[in-house]
Structures are given as C-alpha cells and as structure tokens.
C-alpha cells in the first residue's frame, strides 16, 4: 500500500552529517508545508515503555465508570486526570466525539515559578503504573519532538535553538484516548470529528486500530497507515499561526470501523506539544510575503489555547 505521508527518519538530524541533516531539514520543512504530517522512525521513543503504557491505559479505561469519574477534576478543563466519555466535540459540532480520554501534563522539577500556572498530575491508585509510566513517556516524547522543533527552526532559518526557551517546562499534553466498542448506530457523530490540533506539533504512537484520515488539498479524505515503531507528528494551528500558514496544520479526522468492526475499541496516545503559555505567537516576518499575506492578529499562545478549550466544549 503507498504512503500517505511522507517519512523521515530523526537519526539522521541527530547522528547525520551535513549533508544529512541539511537533508532532513528540507524533508520535514517541505513535508510539514505540503501535507501537515510526517512518518518519523528512529524517534529515539522506546518502544517498552510505549507497549507499558498502552497495556496499562487499557487497565484503567476497563475500571468501573465510576471508579474513573474518581479521578474526573471538576475546573481543570480537562488538562489533568479522566475526562469522562461524550464531553468533548470538534469546534464546528456541537455532538459529541465518542471517546473517554485521561491527560498526564508537565511535571516542574527546577524550581521554574511557571509551576504555579499547572495543576498537579492526578495519580490513579487502582492502575498505578499507568500514571508513572505516562510520566516517563511524557518525557521521551518531549525530548524527541523538541529535536524536531530544533530542525523546523533550522528550516525556517530562525537558529536552530529558537524554540528552546519556549518550549521548556511547557505545557504540553500526553493523552490516552479510549473509543469504546460502538454498541449502536451513532448520532452523526464518529469516534473523532474532523479537527485540527491547537498546538506546535504533535506526536501520535501507532493506534491500537485503524480509523486515522488526512483531508488533503485536493478535499479527499486519506487513511493513514503507521508501520511499526513508526510516529506520525503533524503541525498544530499554534505552528501554523506562527509561520503564517507556511507550515500546514491539517484537518484529520478519526472514523468509525467497518460494522462488523465495531466490537473493537481503540485506544490511541497523542502527545501535544506546547510551549510556555508566554510565547507570542505573531507571525514571524520572514512567513509574510505576497504569497503568504498576514493573516492572524498577535496573540499569546496562553490566550490562543483558552480561546480554543472554549470552543471545543472543554472549558466553560
């Protein structure tokens, strides 16, 4: 079957000469302002831990509903612990995704004051592995999406440690996404209406089922197929905004299986990379031109994520 997106591999940024890393720049810089989403091996996430969490996260989903509604914080606007089936929905929908997912942030150990903006981690006691490997996983993720930060920096000729300050002790997101067993006819709604990502970029670690699809410029919709060890990054609006619509961030969409499939749950494990909730995100000068004419007001990128948990149903 032929790829949808293309596909890069990050050992050849960290460990490449010159010449390869000058390659792997103009790859993902080309890939993520053409498509929005890449294929990434050699991503340097490991795989034993990417296998812990997902056996764990199906532990916890399995747990009682009202077991996990314990771990449900009411004002946190979903950013920590459960977020309990049917409350989220695509900014354009008003129905409801059918997913149940829980969310593991930033956990500041230097002292940095930007701790008191994040609530604490919420650990589960019936699945204690669960929480503790996400912390672990959470970091891998970290570490390889800021190397790809690095080389987009390059791309755009910015210096290659222009998101680094930015993105230290931010407020990113990794989250366990459970879409049960589909048991009758949907309400128009699929397991996740079409949307884009409000972050820099995220990293997705291969589903446990099927149902990933880009809408490509031509407006048809692609399935994407990850091979093994393989992670699909695409750009978020947050990198979108900021380059001015240079860099793509693509409408995706998660579908429901063929009928005879509908026993099957999947569960997913997205990282969302954000920034401190200071960065400005105004369009970078060298993005706007005759092509590109300017096309967002200055916002933070704090503000910019609050605007959107609103729309999305998250955050009253």
């Known amino acids: 079957m032929s790829r949808t997106i293309p596909l890069v591999d990050l050992d050849?940024?960290?460990?490449?000469?010159?010449?390869?890393?000058?390659?792997?720049?103009?790859?993902?810089?080309?890939?993520?302002?053409?498509?929005?989403f890449v294929g990434m091996v050699n991503h340097g996430v490991p795989a034993e831990l990417v296998d812990t969490f997902?056996?764990?996260?199906?532990?916890?989903?399995?747990?009682?509903?009202?077991?996990?509604r314990k771990y449900e914080v009411p004002g946190l606007?979903?950013?920590?612990?459960?977020?309990?089936f049917g409350k989220e929905h695509a900014k354009q929908?008003?129905?409801?995704?059918?997913k149940e997912f829980y969310q593991i942030g930033q956990v500041v150990v230097d002292g940095d004051p930007i701790k008191n903006e994040y609530p604490d981690n919420v650990y589960v006691e019936e699945t204690p592995v669960f929480t503790s490997?996400?912390?672990?996983?959470?970091?891998?993720?970290?570490?390889?999406g800021s190397w790809l930060l690095q080389a987009i920096a390059e791309y755009l000729n910015l210096g290659k440690d222009y998101f680094k300050e930015k993105i230290q002790n931010g407020n990113s997101i990794l989250r366990a996404i459970h879409y049960p067993p589909i048991s009758e006819e949907p309400k128009s709604a699929i397991r996740a209406e079409q949307h884009e990502d409000i972050n820099l970029i995220t990293l997705l670690v291969g589903a446990s089922a099927g149902g990933l699809e880009l809408l490509?410029?031509?407006?048809?919709?692609?399935?994407?197929?990850?091979?093994?060890?393989?992670?699909?990054?695409?750009?978020?609006?947050?990198l979108q905004r900021l380059t001015n619509n240079v860099l793509k961030s693509t409408?995706?969409?998660?579908?429901?299986?063929?009928?005879?499939?509908?026993?099957?749950?999947?569960?997913?494990?997205?990282?969302?990379?954000?920034?401190r909730s200071t960065m400005?995100?105004?369009?970078?000068?060298?993005?706007?031109?005759?092509?590109?004419?300017?096309?967002?007001?200055?916002?933070?990128?704090?503000?910019?994520?609050?605007?959107?948990?609103?729309?999305?149903?998250l955050k009253k």
């Open 54 to 68: 997902y056996s764990e996260a199906k532990r916890f989903f399995a747990l009682p509903v009202d077991t996990k």
């Open 93 to 98: 929908s008003k129905v409801a995704d059918l």
């Open 133 to 144: 490997t996400g912390d672990q996983l959470y970091r891998a993720f970290e570490t390889s």
């Open 216 to 238: 490509n410029k031509q407006g048809e919709w692609l399935a994407i197929m990850p091979e093994e060890n393989e992670i699909v990054v695409n750009v978020g609006d947050m």
């Open 251 to 275: 409408t995706h969409r998660v579908v429901n299986p063929p009928r005879d499939q509908w026993h099957q749950p999947r569960l997913s494990i997205p990282f969302f990379l954000h920034p």
């Open 12 to 36: 050849q940024y960290k460990n490449g000469n010159d010449a390869e890393r000058s390659a792997f720049i103009n790859q993902l810089g080309d890939a993520f302002s053409q498509v929005g």
């Open 77 to 84: 606007a979903g950013q920590r612990g459960y977020t309990s």
């Open 280 to 313: 400005d995100l105004t369009c970078l000068e060298q993005c706007v031109n005759t092509d590109h004419p300017l096309a967002y007001e200055p916002i933070t990128a704090g503000e910019y994520l609050d605007e959107r948990l609103r729309e999305i149903g």
